[in-house]
């Protein structure tokens, strides 16, 4: 039994992982507790606003990505985000935030999108034609061509993205 221990945790690990994706499916983060969060564990170095502005950001080796700007968080997507904050980046000196349970990793992804948005929380009455699970795995460059694509007129697309990373629900 012992030399087909190591083959069992090899087949099991997928199944492991998938479960832990599969618990998220139906979570719909909290941006609020993504805020507290971020600000405890990430604006040390990452800024306030994500643009790494901080002393000791400013004085580390690697400076940290600057995930407030546009440009940066335009090439990843909440999930992206979601896998660093669990895994860090060691070689870049981020730590991983396994200790933080998945719920609350996925809050801190979700909260960073909004970063993106100015923190400009949408109007009221501007309601998102996208769910959480649907925005999730997406950039906000491939969600503004969806919004085009949609016919939203140029004049809201800034605010249908922010509806949506906002997760107004």
């Known amino acids: 039994?012992?030399?087909w221990a190591p083959l069992?945790?090899?087949l099991l690990a997928p199944v492991c992982f998938s479960q832990e994706k599969q618990k998220n499916v139906q979570y719909t983060p909290n941006i609020s507790n993504g805020?507290?969060?971020y600000q405890t564990n990430c604006a040390m170095c990452h800024g306030s606003k994500g643009m790494s502005d901080t002393a000791l950001g400013k004085a580390l080796s690697r400076k940290p990505?600057?995930?407030?700007d546009p440009v940066v968080l335009n090439r990843l997507s909440p999930e992206k985000v979601?896998?660093?904050i669990t895994q860090g980046f060691s070689d870049k000196g981020m730590p991983g935030f396994k200790h933080l349970d998945s719920k609350e990793r996925w809050d801190m992804a979700a909260y960073i999108f909004t970063l993106?948005?100015?923190?400009?929380k949408p109007a009221a009455e501007v309601k998102p034609s996208f769910t959480w699970n649907e925005t999730k795995n997406q950039t906000d460059s491939q969600l503004i061509d969806i919004i085009k694509?949609?016919?939203?007129?140029?004049?809201?697309?800034?605010?249908?993205l922010a509806a949506a990373r906002f997760i107004i629900e």
């Open 116 to 120: 993106n948005c100015n923190s400009q």
């Open 8 to 10: 069992i945790l090899v």
């Open 149 to 160: 694509k949609r016919g939203v007129p140029d004049k809201h697309i800034q605010e249908e």
């Open 1 to 3: 039994m012992k030399k």
């Open 82 to 84: 979601f896998q660093v």
């Open 35 to 37: 805020e507290k969060l």
């Open 65 to 68: 990505a600057a995930i407030g």
